[in-house]
């Protein structure tokens, strides 16, 4: 993790999960955009993971497993999170 620098106004980075194993990769690994809920920052990953990070450090929180998670933005209203998988399924979390 990269804290501020003088002349950088980053607050912080952190390097976002990879394959294992690159040459088990079948295609191109994506996340989606970030969005904040809950005091956390969520976004989804193209190996079928909602992650969870903490907006103020960048550490990683819990991640739920869905499988076929598309690039489409993570949406929260209400309390609820919602994410479109490839297959064209609309999921609801809370």
Avoid: C, K, N
Avoid at 17 to 22: A, I, K
Avoid at 32 to 53: H, V
Wanted: no cysteine.
């Amino acid at each position: 993790m990269h804290s501020d620098q003088e002349h950088d106004r980053r607050l912080w980075s952190v390097p976002l999960l990879e394959h294992d194993d690159p040459d088990d990769r079948t295609g191109a690994f994506a996340y989606g955009a970030p969005a904040p809920a809950g005091g956390r920052l969520l976004l989804t990953s193209s190996d079928g993971a909602l992650l969870s990070l903490d907006p103020a450090t960048g550490a990683a929180g819990a991640s739920v497993p869905i499988s076929g998670l598309s690039g489409v933005p993570t949406v929260v209203a209400d309390g609820t999170v919602y994410v479109v998988t490839t297959g064209g399924e609309l999921v609801a979390l809370r």
